[in-house]
């Protein structure tokens, strides 16, 4: 397992052909004037993942978050900065010899392989499984052979070659071309016994053991999930990179393999990166969440700090199902706060941060669950029903203010609290979780903590 940490990474792809130019950035990360047009999709990402820990990326579509997770497997290289896994810097390393495993979103596994093979297939092609042999005394091993080759006759060097050489390539040939056959015929080198028994291990932990002979055609999307999730767990690599590997489930099995990949990541302990564009896999697994938005990082904290504490405008909205309703205000020195159609007076932990914004605009944001129905005040916002959305459990409402129609807001009511499309109804706003943004910066004010 390892701590990964990302320095001052940018990327940028050359400006294409025909490119309007107005859609492209010249910001640079290199002094070099004659450095032609190119498109940033990713700007002064600093982050680090500690070990084993389990970090979400989320954001929108196109914000950057996949490539992020590309760039840290090698699938891209980065236009400026460093890449650390562990005490490695592998900005120059090629996939293969990062030692990171990922899981893709279209599962990328190989049609014509079973089960079993797909899951062996990193191992058989690495030589050797790394968790039952350390690569260091591994390395050391052969060098100390090759030592004591040199000083022996040249007889030894011809038998010793034929030995290590040629004997495990005849090895490798007939693994392969009996492996087919029935289990009886099929040969078996110690390799290949060891590529089994993780293969086993993996499968069980998975719950999978039963697959192991079919083919991915015969398999259900989330049977072919946990398979890909197989591969990556069976080379016992350092990192785990997941991009979107939910998305093609329905929601019932998105929520069963959610679950599953958080207790497998526990388990193993490894450091993952997981990244999404659905908030809710966000809330629920990750350790951290790193949001994104237009190739920078927005906000990196626990979920629900971002849920009660987002850092701008972008969070604050991205963050919550449904999202933060965002209204205009006016702050009045010292403590008040005015809309056409209500007012009301903050709590004084507001007074010190709110000096400097006296007879100024400011953005007020408020969750749904932190509106309620109470009786006609000055305080309270007048709103007519458009919509009702009864989900059993609970029940949502979009309203519209009633002397600002355009201005609409999202309401959550107890669902035992009946709602008719027209009804006009007063909102109270709790006025101790009330967010507030400064317009011009879209960053968040926080009131002074105690």
């Not at 309703?325 to 159609?341: C, D, E, G, R, T």
């Not at 305080?379 to 609970?394: P, R, T, Y």
């Amino acid at each position: 397992m390892a701590q990964v940490v990302l320095e001052n990474i940018y990327k940028s792809f050359p400006l294409r052909q025909g490119e309007p130019e107005k859609e492209a950035t010249t910001e640079s990360v290199s002094p070099d004037a004659d450095r032609p047009l190119s498109t940033s999709v990713l700007r002064r990402i600093n982050l680090t993942v500690e070990d084993g820990e389990f970090m979400v990326l989320v954001g929108p579509s196109g914000c950057g978050k996949s490539t992020l997770l590309r760039s840290i497997a090698g699938l891209e290289i980065v236009t400026a900065g460093n890449i650390w896994v562990g005490d490695r810097l592998v900005n120059d390393l090629p996939p293969k010899d990062r030692d990171i495993a990922m899981v893709f979103q279209n599962y990328a596994l190989y049609p014509h392989l079973t089960v079993y093979d797909n899951l062996a297939f990193g191992l058989r092609r690495s030589g050797k499984d790394k968790k039952e042999e350390g690569r260091g005394k591994k390395e050391e091993g052969r060098r100390k052979k090759r030592e004591e080759i040199i000083n022996e006759s040249n007889n030894w060097v011809i038998n010793n070659f034929k030995k290590e050489q040629i004997y495990p390539f005849f090895e490798d040939f007939l693994v392969g071309i009996t492996r087919n056959l029935p289990k009886g015929l099929r040969y078996l080198s110690e390799r290949e016994k060891a590529v089994g028994e993780r293969v086993l291990r993996v499968a069980q932990l998975l719950q999978i053991e039963s697959l192991l002979n079919r083919l991915p055609k015969q398999l259900s999307g989330g049977q072919k999930q946990r398979v890909a999730l197989g591969r990556a767990m069976a080379r016992n690599p350092e990192v785990f990179l997941m991009d979107e590997p939910l998305s093609n489930l329905d929601a019932k099995l998105r929520a069963e393999t959610r679950s599953q990949i958080v207790q497998l990541q526990r388990q193993l302990g490894t450091t993952t990166i997981y990244v999404t564009h659905d908030q809710t896999e966000a809330m629920t697994m990750g350790d951290r969440i790193a949001i994104m938005d237009g190739g920078q990082l927005q906000q990196v904290a626990q979920p629900l700090e971002l849920y009660r504490k987002p850092a701008n405008l972008f969070v604050a909205q991205f963050i919550g199902s449904p999202p933060m309703n965002l209204l205009p205000v006016k702050f009045m020195a010292p403590l008040l706060i005015s809309h056409p159609q209500f007012r009301f007076t903050l709590p004084d932990i507001w007074a010190k941060n709110l000096q400097q914004y006296d007879g100024k605009s400011l953005i007020l944001g408020i969750r749904p669950e932190h509106l309620s129905i109470h009786p006609p005040a000055t305080k309270n916002l007048s709103v007519q029903v458009e919509i009702v959305e009864a989900l059993g459990h609970e029940t949502y409402l979009r309203v519209s203010l009633t002397d600002a129609p355009a201005v609409q807001m999202q309401v959550r009511v107890p669902p035992d609290r009946t709602v008719r499309v027209g009804e006009e109804l007063w909102l109270s706003i709790a006025h101790d979780k009330i967010h507030l943004f400064d317009p011009d910066t879209e960053l968040a004010i926080f009131p002074r903590t105690i």
